[in-house]
């Protein structure tokens, strides 16, 4: 109370620092703590006070650098390398479906060129090829079991009437291997690997790691894409062969134990329906898929702009595109191997 008293304060949470300031300010503060009830000087003071307070703020705010903005690498259009019609479309503001579609098919050329002349990152490709094929067996075989499973209750169900129990392992087998195998494990793999990719390459792209690579002279598309597209070239027919193996599997078990119809009979119905011609038509097919879903994830993933949410978009796109990619590819391939009718099912007279 004796150290209020000297400096002319009443005691309270606010008087010690109030001490420190200048004769006419310090009436002003003290009047606007929790105690004060009267401006001796008047609302003029207090007006000038808070101006003063309000300026000093603005120029400690003004003197305060702002972050600095988001930073991304330089697009794929402006490399020092990038092909002349990616410049092109670039320079030109083409629209952003048609630039990624030229860039996909750009640098799907320049991945089979590198691994013609086996310009291969093969300690990347082990590691990608772990990703595309173990990480992606259990889901791939979960739902290639299933599609079995559901196949086998229509056909069995349908041939059942018409007394053609002993036929339903070969249309099963050649449904599974010509077309469900092959479309069931690139949706697999488009939803899976594809999205991790495009999400990879899209975070690398808008954070300038691909600026960073190139200053360690390394090229992004041999160093990131061509270990992922040879890994999805090389896993896709394994994980087909795999889950159409699933598929009979899963249709015979449901067929015994369900329908009374035995395993022997399936299985025999199935070699006679199969040739290696349905069997290397499946694998082609899931080779290209693979090729397919693993280019376009790229691609999309190296054209990825706008942070973050540059990034999701990109995700969800890439994804899409390679599953209507996928169905088309599919319908053309079907067309050029299975134009003319099939004599599979006489076999099984």
């Known amino acids: 109370m004796a150290l209020s008293g000297r400096v002319g304060l009443s005691a309270g949470p606010a008087a010690p620092h109030v001490a420190f300031l200048p004769p006419p300010l310090r009436r002003v503060v003290a009047t606007t703590g929790p105690r004060a009830t009267l401006c001796p000087t008047g609302p003029g003071p207090c007006r000038k006070f808070n101006n003063i307070v309000t300026q000093a703020a603005n120029s400690t705010l003004d003197a305060i650098a702002p972050e600095p903005e988001e930073r991304e690498s330089t697009p794929i259009s402006q490399t ?3 092909p002349g019609i990616l410049r092109a479309l670039d320079r030109y503001k083409a629209p952003k479906w048609l630039f990624r579609t030229v860039a996909c098919l750009v640098l799907g050329g320049q991945v089979v060129l590198r691994i013609f002349k086996g310009n291969i990152h093969w300690r990347n490709t082990a590691e990608q090829l772990r990703l595309v094929g173990p990480a992606s067996l259990g ?4 739902t290639a079991g299933f599609v079995g499973m559901v196949f086998t209750i229509q056909f069995v169900r349908e041939f059942a009437k018409l007394g053609l129990t002993r036929s339903v ?3 099963l087998a050649l449904a599974l291997s010509r ?6 494990t690139a949706i697999i793999l488009a939803g899976r690997v594809g999205s991790a990719f495009a999400a990879e390459l899209g975070t690398m792209q808008v954070s300038e790691q691909m600026d960073s690579l190139r200053v360690l002279f390394t090229d992004p598309v041999d160093y990131l894409v061509t270990p ?3 890994a999805s070239m090389i896993a896709g027919p394994i994980l087909n062969v795999l889950c159409f193996c699933m598929g009979m599997g899963a249709a015979v078990l449901l067929a015994d134990l369900v329908y009374n119809v035995p395993a022997n009979v399936i299985v025999d119905s199935a070699r006679r329906a199969l040739t290696s011609f349905d069997v290397v038509t499946s694998m082609v097919k899931s080779w290209v898929f693979g090729t397919i879903v693993a280019t376009i994830s790229c691609a999309w993933g190296f054209t990825t702009s706008g942070g973050a949410k540059g990034v999701g978009e990109s995700t969800t796109s890439a994804v899409v595109i390679s599953l209507v990619t996928i169905f088309v590819a599919d319908f053309f391939l079907s067309f050029l191997f299975f134009q003319g009718q099939g004599t599979a099912l006489k076999q099984l007279k």
């Open 80 to 82: 020092a390398n990038a």
């Open 139 to 142: 889901v791939s075989l979960l």
């Open 179 to 184: 077309e469900l195998t092959p479309v069931v």
């Open 228 to 230: 992922r597209v040879l």
């Open 169 to 171: 392992g070969g249309v």
